[in-house]
């Protein structure tokens, strides 16, 4: 099992640039989560899905997009960088289902906008 | 919405001291409680959790307590090693049934030899 898989783990982005970050889980778990972590700000929540095309907004989502087409993958989309989104994000799976409340991370990817 | 607060920022202790961080939240129908453990570069990674029917659990040398009364809940770690260093996050899940978790602001742990 590879666990929560996140790519890239850096990216450089122009502001205005858009992209996606990729997760995908192979555990079968039906939540899935984004996280982005600021300095002394902990980790906030920005979409979250609790099953296959289902979707909904956490914290902050302003800036960003999500789908879950699978069960496997939940990418996120940055529609138009800009430098407060420079951040370090986080996806995260669970299956409460089956009693695995705790999230299991991916391993980050580090975005900066300039 | 759920609010955690968390403390302290940072904390230092000496190897084979215990360390303590504590946690506050505000939303009574919180339900479940995790901690996490994150190391440099790396994603958190849950240590230990409980849940609301439960004041203590134990796990080898980490322990977490629960006071629903008062909305708090704590990390204990006994007999620190050097790899204990990190930063530990709480965590509120609230909205029951949404799988959605709110963190604390994070303590970084070190531990001095």
């Known amino acids: 099992n590879a666990g929560v898989t996140q790519t890239p783990k850096f990216q450089v982005l122009k502001t205005g640039q858009s992209m996606t970050l990729q997760c995908a889980q192979d555990m079968n778990h039906e939540y899935m989560s984004w996280y982005r972590q600021d300095p002394g700000m902990g980790l906030r929540l920005i979409h979250y899905s609790v099953g296959a095309g289902i979707t909904d907004q956490g914290e902050v989502p302003n800036g960003y997009n999500v789908s879950r087409s699978t069960t496997e993958d939940f990418p996120l989309r940055l529609l138009s960088a800009a430098p407060s989104q420079t951040s370090v994000y986080f996806c995260?799976?669970?299956?409460?289902?089956?009693?695995?409340?705790?999230?299991?991370f991916g391993s980050g990817t580090r975005l900066t906008v300039v | 919405g759920e609010n955690v607060e968390q403390h302290p920022s940072t904390l230092s202790v000496q190897e084979g001291d215990s360390a303590v961080i504590k946690c506050t939240y505000s939303?009574?129908?919180?339900?479940?409680f995790p901690w996490y453990k994150q190391e440099l570069g790396k994603g958190p990674q849950l240590i230990i959790d409980?849940?609301?029917?439960?004041g203590e659990k134990k796990d080898q040398r980490i322990a977490v307590t629960l006071n629903k009364t008062a909305k708090h809940f704590s990390l204990h770690i006994t007999e620190t090693q050097p790899e204990d260093s990190a930063v530990y996050f709480c965590a509120a899940q609230y909205r029951q049934g949404a799988q959605k978790l709110v963190f604390g602001q994070g303590t970084r742990l070190t531990i001095n030899p």
């Open positions: 995260a799976s669970s299956s409460p289902k089956t009693g695995n409340y705790g999230y299991t």
């Open positions: 939303d009574s129908a919180s339900n479940y």
């Open positions: 409980i849940r609301s029917n439960v």
